[in-house]
């Protein structure tokens, strides 16, 4: 099983992209999600997580305000709605199951991680 992330691309400073990822699991519903980035020559980083209700959010301060992130179970999806991007958001962006409920900002706790998906912001 393995996580399809998609939507990354070349976009102006201020500008928008949104990414999806999809997850073919059986019970997805049940499963928080994360989305985190590695910008070029950095440490993964973390960007958002969210709860299998989409009750609860976390985000990294970095992102705060200017990305959103949502995700419809019926289709096995996660979305990132990323706004008002900039240079530094310049990195490959990657979409991540953990078995827990609760929202997750450790890298460790994620246990089935997608291919990742390039997003590159021009100044």
């Known amino acids: 099983v393995q996580l399809q992330a998609s939507g990354g691309g070349l976009v102006q400073a201020g500008g928008s992209l949104r990414l999806s990822c999809a997850a073919p699991?059986?019970?997805?519903?049940?499963?928080?999600m994360g989305w985190f980035r590695r910008p070029p020559g950095k440490e993964r980083e973390f960007v958002v997580s969210?709860?299998?209700?989409?009750?609860?959010?976390y985000y990294a301060d970095s992102v705060k305000g200017r990305f959103t992130v949502s995700r419809d179970n019926a289709k096995n999806t996660v979305y990132l709605q990323m706004n008002s991007l900039k240079p530094e958001d310049t990195a490959v962006y990657y979409c991540?199951?953990?078995?827990?409920?609760?929202?997750?900002?450790?890298?460790?706790?994620?246990?089935?991680w997608g291919q990742g998906t390039l997003v590159t912001v021009s100044s």
């Open positions: 991540a199951r953990t078995r827990r409920r609760t929202v997750a900002a450790d890298a460790g706790v994620y246990d089935l």
């Open positions: 699991l059986r019970t997805f519903g049940s499963y928080t």
């Open positions: 969210i709860t299998p209700s989409s009750s609860s959010t």
